[in-house]
């Protein structure tokens, strides 16, 4: 080791590292990461540059030490995913705690954490936006991401998993595995995330490690690795002992402060705890075996040296194979603890460390199409700072990035330049020299990018790089699908459920409104603001009445707009009972051009089981053979724009089928005319076929006591709803069933007065159901305001 003369804080240099140390302004240094296309040389493994934390002196160390680079191998990109509640946030809160970031604990329940840092989410004790937050853990670098555990934010849940490498799921081992669980599990699955579990809440009276191992192999499907054994269980939990090693780890309090920083960690022994050191030698034995059938190197290594006496099989060989195994998603380590209790946090983060992988080692068929010098990363979420402006988020792939440097925003076809780069700490931000692949930071001056956003070095990169997508996609030249691949994996963003008006205190304060809509949007892609075409009043949709709620809040809090919304309402959807048929002509002369179209469009209904929110677009064959592109474009966007608002309620229509049966076009005419003639001809078209409401049919499922069981099924039994399942979870009932979205507003508070606050409740889309004739013609009479 030798140190770097120049550095401002201190560098050390070790042969043979991936990292050359550059010095590009006075203040402070960086490593550049060469990732192996280019020629090491004497090198830098560690760059400290000192931060001061001003803000929160109560609660932030004064002056953190904040490493500016990692080697890849040593940065880990982790979310912390969960059912609401299960406690992501008291973890994470631990996390920053044991890694010296904090130095008092915060509290959920004292609304004094962290990450949760919106005034709502400590007020209300949950997450709602997801915080990113970095620090450093033996040598390794964090980025870890807390994320919304409710249903109403799963897209911040989403969106967040595109750019992680692994994640932690948090389960509360009193209840196993929850509804919302499911649904990030298979967010995961989707984009195939390394991950490990955390049992937590052990300390909780109706805790079951076992219980809970149990549901995680029956629901979410998966090969559960224990690498861990509770000591205790509810009040008598005190520690854990490592399967690998055979360690046991105790957590005593050593003084008034039982912060669990310090623990006990020693060898099992037989005469400790017979029964204990019998149970840990049979789950070391059958995670050998587990992993042994997953990992074929690991099954030879056995087969070879240690058939005889697993004993003697290296700890460090069996974690090596583990950490195979769940970089492959062949299996998922399960470890436990009781985060608010301060027991079994510093595992996990070893943990985190040990089998989750580093970004290099995820592979992204979309680097192959970029130079090794190019930029290219992806902006995945978009804060607003009333000082600053926006701050993106940015992970980055490959490249670098520096302040004052202009990027190419492929989604947007624009340039922009950033001004400052910043690590996140929670609210807190510490300016950046660079930023290397693999790293997530926030960039500071970006003013079109938004979420899902893909940015490169240039325009020429972006046209380089989807030549090359075209090339191994075996194609010769460009085209639009090679563009759209170059796009890292949109985020799809689920349609609205509920929606209501929203207005200004006064007409002058509207564009104060529109502003604040507008950032907000561009926040949070889920929310979505529309004019009504008809009364001209703003409209704001949302995935749930716990999302509105949130938005008004804000738009109070962080713009000063005291508005005021109108009934929340449902989004209902439109299709059509059968196919018809129809014709339009447009005939217009417009200065000296005569705009001229005769169309005749077909609609059939699509049945399925999967929804079809977008119109099939077809072209009857005397059509398509003579029909330019260029039209085509036109004829799309009239179909497009007709389905957004159905005839008879102005819903957007779905499950339709759409046939150009012919079409006549005068050269002069303008494409704006062809859609508009299109559109028309679609409406009438549509209306001939008779329109049937489509209502959203939410997945219900509520956790209840015994005791409050009957109270809970008869208030759902007025709702319209049907039960499906109703399973037992420990001591309580766990009632599973399809209730219409319509019957479900205020159900919240309904639930928590039956059941004396005891239920807890999940819901979620699971379809669109057909309203029968009574209840459409009840609709539409509330619609019309005649009843
Ligand atoms: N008994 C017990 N309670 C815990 C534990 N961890 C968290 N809690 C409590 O569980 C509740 C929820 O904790 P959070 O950390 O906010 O959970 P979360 O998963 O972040 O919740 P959302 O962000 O709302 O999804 C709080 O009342 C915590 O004090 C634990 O280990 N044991």
Not at 92 to 110: N, Q
Request: overall charge negative; proline content about 4%; some cysteine.
């Amino acid at each position: 080791m030798e140190t770097c003369s120049r550095s401002i804080e201190y560098c050390h240099f070790e042969e043979n590292s991936p990292f050359q140390c550059y010095h590009t302004s006075e203040s402070a240094h960086i490593l550049y990461q060469l990732s192996n296309r280019k020629k090491p040389c004497s090198s830098c493994v560690l760059c400290l540059v000192s931060v001061n934390c001003s803000r929160q002196k109560r609660h932030w160390k004064k002056s953190a030490t904040v490493k500016a680079v990692f080697a890849l191998c040593r940065i880990r990109n982790i979310g912390i995913m969960a059912h609401i509640d299960a406690g992501k946030t008291t973890t994470t809160e631990r996390m920053l705690y044991y890694s010296g970031y904090i130095r008092t604990l915060g509290d959920v329940d004292d609304g004094d954490t962290v990450t949760d840092f919106m005034v709502q989410e400590r007020e209300r004790g949950i997450t709602i936006q997801s915080a990113a937050v970095t620090f450093d853990w033996k040598d390794y670098r964090i980025n870890l991401i807390d994320t919304p555990g409710h249903v109403d934010f799963t897209l911040e849940v989403e969106r967040c998993l595109r750019v992680l490498d692994g994640a932690v799921a948090v389960f509360d081992a009193s209840a196993g595995v929850e509804a919302q669980t499911l649904t990030v599990w298979r967010q995961a699955d989707k984009h195939q995330i390394p991950r490990i579990c955390f049992l937590n809440k052990m300390d909780k009276n109706r805790a079951s490690f076992t219980y809970a191992v149990e549901s995680i192999k029956q629901k979410l499907k998966t090969k559960p690795l224990l690498l861990q054994l509770p000591i205790g269980e509810a009040k008598t939990f005190r520690g854990l002992v490592d399967v690998v090693t055979k360690e046991q780890m105790i957590w005593k309090p050593t003084s008034d402060l039982d912060d669990g920083k310090f623990f006990e960690q020693k060898p099992l022994l037989e005469t400790d705890d017979p029964s204990l050191f019998q149970e840990v030698q049979d789950a070391r034995n059958t995670l050998i075996e587990q992993v042994a059938d997953l990992d074929d190197e690991f099954a030879e290594l056995i087969l070879e040296e240690h058939s005889e006496n697993f004993d003697l099989i290296p700890s460090n060989k069996l974690q090596s194979a583990i950490r195979r195994v769940t970089l492959a998603q062949k299996a998922v380590p399960v470890l436990c603890g009781s985060a608010l209790k301060n027991k079994g946090v510093q595992p996990l983060l070893d943990a985190i460390t040990m089998y989750l992988p580093a970004p290099h080692e995820r592979s992204y068929e979309f680097l192959e199409w970029y130079n090794n010098d190019d930029l290219c990363a992806l902006a995945f979420k978009v804060l607003h700072d009333k000082c600053r402006g926006p701050l993106v988020f940015i992970r980055i792939y490959s490249g670098s990035l520096k302040p004052q440097s202009a990027v190419y925003n492929i989604n947007k076809s624009c340039t922009e330049r950033m001004s400052r780069l910043l690590l996140p700490f929670a609210d807190q931000q510490i300016e950046i020299p660079s930023l290397m692949p693999g790293n997530i930071a926030l960039a500071v001056g970006l003013k079109q990018s938004a979420t899902g956003d893909t940015l490169v070095s240039s325009k020429a990169s972006a046209v380089a790089a989807a030549r090359q997508a075209g090339r191994s996609a075996g194609g010769e030249q460009r085209n639009t699908s090679d563009i759209e691949r170059l796009l890292l994996a949109g985020v799809e963003v689920p349609e609205p459920v509920f929606f209501c008006t929203i207005e200004p205190p006064s007409m002058a304060k509207q564009q104060d409104l529109d502003n604040a809509l507008s950032c907000l949007q561009r926040e949070d892609p889920s929310l979505k603001v529309k004019i009504d075409p008809d009364t001209g009043q703003t409209i704001l949709c949302g995935m749930g009445e716990l999302h509105i709620e949130i938005i008004h809040d804000r738009i109070k809090r962080e713009y000063g707009i005291e508005t005021y919304l109108g009934p929340l309402q449902v989004a209902y959807r439109e299709t059509i009972l059968n196919a018809a048929q129809a014709t339009d002509v447009l005939d217009k002369v417009i200065g000296d051009k005569r705009h001229f179209v005769t169309t005749e469009l077909e609609v059939r209904p699509v049945s399925g089981e999967r929804m079809v929110t977008k119109p099939i677009i077809e072209y009857a064959e005397s059509v398509i053979e003579v029909l330019p592109k260029e039209l085509q474009e036109a004829i799309e966007n009239g179909i497009m724009n007709s389905c957004v608002q159905g005839p008879l309620l102005g819903f957007p229509v779905q499950d339709i089928d759409v046939t150009v049966q012919s079409l006549t076009v005068h050269p002069d005419t303008s494409d704006t005319m062809i859609s508009a003639c299109i559109s028309r001809c679609l409406q009438k078209a549509l209306k001939k076929a008779g329109i049937q409401i489509l209502e959203p049919l939410m997945s219900l499922e509520i956790t209840v006591s015994e005791d409050h069981l009957s109270a809970a099924l008869a208030d759902l039994a007025q709702r319209r709803g049907s039960i499906q399942e109703i399973q037992s979870r420990q001591d309580n009932k766990v009632v599973i069933a399809a209730v219409p979205l319509a019957e479900m507003m205020g159900y919240s508070t309904v639930l928590r007065s039956l059941t004396s606050g005891s239920a807890t409740f999940t819901l979620e889309l699971a379809s669109y159901q057909a309203l029968n004739s009574q209840e459409q013609s009840a609709l539409l009479q509330r619609r019309m305001g005649l009843v």
